[in-house]
């Protein structure tokens, strides 16, 4: 489990595809002074496993199932990429439910700075609009963010100068694609629900 709070940008250093997959290393400093071996880290939204690692960068594998669904299967060395660890027992919780479980990739519409901040437009991607409301939580390559405006096929998100400058959002321009998250909460009620009305029926 995770709360969408970036501890740093890593850099993808090492690539290496296999007839399973993918193989990424990353360069990191935050998250590997308590790595261990079968840790989990969300690389930029994505829930990935330790395999092994060093004093500055780590390796996890991506099965094809999530290169196929997500755009790690694309980033080359070089690349930036947002890291989190797993929210430990007795940490703060300064996000929301995050689970590390990409839903779908949406691409980057229009950017533009507002002040200090940044104003970024996203598609909502076919059958997931139930899910988006406007101050409701969403995670966009592992960044818990609050939806500042929803339309019908896009929406968009005020991004602060710190986010900006300490998540790989600097680095994102019309056209690239970052990783969706819904919040679980929604899904689970909408589940609820949906068995409410079928009793009902």
């Not at 330790?50 to 060395?77: H, M, N, P």
């Not at 710190?162 to 969706?180: A, I, M, Q, R």
Request: charged share 25%.
């Amino acid at each position: 489990m995770f709360t969408g709070i970036v501890e740093e940008t890593g850099e993808v250093v090492g690539v290496t595809d296999t007839d399973d997959g993918r193989r990424l290393r990353i360069a990191g400093h935050e998250v590997l002074s308590d790595v261990s071996h079968g840790a989990s880290i969300s690389v930029s939204g994505v829930c990935l496993t330790v395999e092994a690692f060093d004093d500055e960068t780590f390796e996890v594998f991506l099965a094809s199932e999530t290169v196929d669904k997500t755009y790690l299967g694309t980033v080359e060395e070089g690349d930036l990429v947002n890291l989190e660890r797993a929210m430990p027992g007795d940490g703060r919780f300064d996000g929301h439910l995050v689970q590390g479980h990409v839903d779908t990739a949406a691409e980057v519409l229009a950017i533009e700075q507002v002040g200090e901040d940044w104003w970024f437009t996203f598609e909502l991607p076919e059958g997931y609009g139930q899910y988006v409301v406007e101050k409701g939580s969403v995670t966009l390559d592992g960044i818990s963010l609050t939806v500042a405006e929803r339309e019908d096929d896009r929406f968009s998100v005020a991004i602060i100068p710190t986010t900006y400058e300490l998540t790989n959002l600097s680095t994102k321009e019309p056209g690239d694609f970052v990783h969706l998250e819904v919040d679980v909460v929604a899904k689970y009620v909408e589940n609820m629900l949906d068995g409410y009305v079928d009793r009902l029926q």
